[in-house]
């Protein structure tokens, strides 16, 4: 069984950066893709950020130009920067792959940015 472990997350004032690191307890075999989702309260699970195994990437509109996704295979990272009150929430990693196609979800990592 795949564990996907998250860290990085915490609190920062508005205009500031953090990091976050999801590390999987064993290399994913054919992985199609990792990405980094969000839930703010009150609010449904959203897409953040994707990249492919191929190294394309996507975003959400509202952090183009703030967020960048990467990996080294082993582990999906996001840096954050010109963090916004709006982007507090609690931050998941997923990835996508394996012989049976799975997703993988890590726990979670509350980021909190304060105005």
């Known amino acids: 069984q795949v564990q996907l472990v998250e860290s990085g997350g915490g609190l920062v004032q508005a205009g500031g950066s953090l990091r976050l690191s999801c590390a999987a307890s064993?290399?994913?075999?054919?992985?199609?893709?990792m990405a980094w989702y969000r839930q703010a309260p009150g609010k449904q699970r959203e897409l953040v950020a994707q990249?492919?195994?191929?190294?394309r990437t996507n975003y959400q509109d509202s952090v183009k130009g703030r967020f960048t996704i990467s990996t080294n295979n082993a582990t999906v990272y996001l840096q954050m920067n010109s963090l916004k009150p709006e982007d507090t929430a609690v931050y998941y990693c997923?990835?996508?792959?394996?012989?049976?196609?799975?997703?993988?979800w890590g726990q979670g990592t509350q980021v909190t940015v304060s105005s």
């Open positions: 990249i492919t195994s191929l190294g």
């Open positions: 064993r290399i994913i075999p054919s992985f199609s893709h």
């Open positions: 997923k990835i996508r792959g394996g012989i049976y196609n799975v997703d993988y």
